[in-house]
């Protein structure tokens, strides 16, 4: 077999095998197989797509490329949560301590941020203290001890995903389904999870950009997972505004707090509620959707949902003084804000450029080598379908460069449009496939 054939193979639009499959993973993991004949391959499956088989065996190669994590000797069953990524998505920051105030079990592994779409290990991180790069033991001993642990990715899962996804990136080839499937799977399964639930985003500032296409993804991860025997089910959100009001690292922790400490926004809450009330379910703690729903509503309103994210932040290091009072997170040098040039309705907030703009003031990765300014980011101060009147306060911009001011506000008032028609608010969830 040589990689010559195999890339032959499927820019002819061929059907690749199993062995051609592993071939490549290994041989790309294993650094005998050049990043140039990689990409043209990834290139060759973005253009011309893969069959589930293909899919699956893609999937399956890349969970086996390094560590299998066995999670199988912790008390309970293990319930993961995976976004496809978005913008001002604070969503693992709040809803995994509210299932873990539930009895939930929580082993989380997250990703950090790479271009417009924010990571949870750099929001953890903006945290002074917090430790995500604790080992496999401490990480199973603090699950044991708390139910919940939120770590960064070990450096040796699916090692096969982390060459492939910087490779895509730097390729354009990032938005294509088989390839977004297998990343997402492959390190799910060698994570060790038993069900998952994943927030399939789509829109503006979602790597699927309708609904088909989400749907299909869905699909195409629910197929996967039940060929491992990994019950998965998909809830499809919306991702054409930011989700929330705040868009950075810190800006993002603060408003994960003030939604525990019962300061809720209804679009977050809307795909919390719903990604949560799956996870119970799943996990076997409770089977009626709306009651799960009602239960997690009680844990924010008792406090027991913040006290469980104090409980993991002090468990990992962090200092919950920060969580107590939010007010002691260091702040940007400089705070603008930006004001509406119009009256009208807000009719969208575009959640892409949103995010680009986010990323330019430092709150994002342009390389994987940038280091993130955790200070940096935006925070709306309305909603698509809100009022607003010419010269009312739209959004604060948090900076440390001040030479980024004055375009970023431009950029931000021309990705809000604003009209003299009040559209219709829609649905942050769309639908739930299993
Ligand atoms: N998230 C992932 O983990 N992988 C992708 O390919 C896209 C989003």
Do not use: W
């Not at 730097?170 to 390190?187: D, G, H, N, T």
């Not at 299909?216 to 499809?236: H, S, Y």
């Amino acid at each position: 077999m040589n990689i010559l054939e195999i890339i032959e193979k499927k820019r002819d639009k061929n059907k690749l095998e199993k062995e051609e499959i592993s071939f490549f993973i290994k041989g790309y993991t294993q650094g005998k197989i050049t990043d140039y004949q990689a990409a043209s391959l990834v290139m060759a499956i973005y253009l011309n797509g893969m069959t589930e088989d293909e899919t699956a065996n893609l999937t399956l190669a890349m969970s086996e490329s390094g560590e299998m994590l066995d999670l199988s000797n912790i008390r309970d069953i293990i319930v993961d949560k995976h976004s496809t990524g978005g913008v001002g998505d604070k969503v693992s920051l709040i809803l995994l301590p509210i299932v873990a105030s539930l009895g939930v079990t929580v082993a989380k592994m997250s990703g950090r941020g790479l271009g417009f779409t924010g990571g949870t290990v750099d929001k953890l991180e903006s945290i002074p203290g917090y430790k995500t790069n604790i080992d496999i033991p401490q990480f199973i001993d603090n699950i044991e001890k708390i139910g919940i642990s939120m770590i960064s990715q070990t450096m040796n899962l699916a090692p096969a995903d982390k060459k492939l996804y910087a490779l895509r990136d730097s390729i354009a080839c990032v938005e294509s389904i088989p390839l977004i499937a297998s990343s997402i799977m492959s390190k799910k399964i060698a994570s060790g999870a038993q069900k998952i639930v994943l927030d399939v985003t789509c829109g503006k500032g979602a790597f699927m950009k309708n609904i088909e296409d989400a749907r299909n993804l869905a699909n195409e991860m629910i197929t996967i997972g039940k060929m491992v025997n990994r019950e998965t089910i998909c809830v499809l959100t919306s991702m054409d505004e930011p989700l929330g009001h705040a868009v950075g690292n810190t800006l993002e922790v603060i408003e994960a707090i003030q939604f525990l400490k019962g300061k809720i926004t209804e679009d977050v809450k809307e795909v919390v509620l719903e990604l949560g009330s799956y996870m119970i379910k799943l996990a076997g703690k409770g089977e009626n959707i709306e009651e799960n729903k009602q239960k997690m509503l009680e844990n924010i309103s008792n406090g027991n949902a913040f006290n469980k994210f104090l409980e993991l932040v002090k468990n990992q290091g962090g200092d919950i003084s920060y969580i107590e009072d939010t007010e002691k997170f260091e702040k940007a040098s400089y705070i603008e804000p930006v004001y509406s040039i119009k009256s009208g309705y807000i009719q969208e907030i575009n959640a892409l450029n949103v995010g680009k703009i986010a990323c330019n003031l430092g709150a994002g990765r342009i390389t994987k080598e940038d280091n993130i300014d955790a200070s940096a980011g935006i925070v709306l101060q309305k909603k698509v379908t809100d009022f607003i009147e010419k010269g009312e306060l739209i959004a604060y911009i948090h900076t440390n460069d001040k030479e980024k001011i004055q375009k970023s506000k431009k950029q931000l008032i021309d990705s809000i449009k604003v009209g003299e028609e009040k559209i219709e608010k829609k649905q942050s969830v769309i639908e739930v496939l299993m």
